[in-house]
């Protein structure tokens, strides 16, 4: 059984940077042909999805977000980070990441972590 756990810092101040990392267990981060993934939901609104790392190791973005994010691996800790720089209070969210297997052309998201709080405030 495949778990993510989500860890990080709770507040953040503007104008820093945020860095969480999902720990995975019950399989490599490696394996073919998976996608670990940072999607977020900021209060009252829908799921945003961020950034992804492959099991290749290629990486994927949202353009909304590229220029103040960034996604990196650790195998050998079987790890995936997500750095947001310059955050604000809009970027307070629960965090979530999440692993996407490709099926019929569709990436569908079958286990997740069980999301962290982030608090954006001065």
């Known amino acids: 059984q495949v778990q993510l756990q989500e860890s990080g810092p709770g507040l953040v101040k503007p104008p820093q940077t945020l860095s969480l990392t999902c720990t995975v267990s019950?399989?490599?981060?490696?394996?073919?042909?998976?996608?670990w993934t940072w999607i977020r939901q900021p209060p009252g609104k829908g799921l945003e999805w961020m950034r992804a790392?492959?099991?290749?190791?290629?990486?994927y973005y949202s353009p909304s977000l590229k220029s103040r994010t960034s996604i990196s691996r650790d195998t050998f800790k079987n790890q995936f980070t997500l750095q947001l720089s310059s955050v604000t209070p809009e970027d307070t969210a629960v965090y979530y990441c999440?692993?996407?297997?490709?099926?019929?052309?569709?990436?569908?998201?079958?286990?997740w972590g069980q999301g962290t709080q982030v608090t954006v405030s001065s």
């Open positions: 999440a692993r996407g297997a490709l099926n019929s052309g569709l990436v569908m998201y079958e286990y």
């Open positions: 790392i492959a099991y290749s190791g290629s990486t």
């Open positions: 019950g399989g490599s981060i490696t394996t073919n042909y998976y996608y």
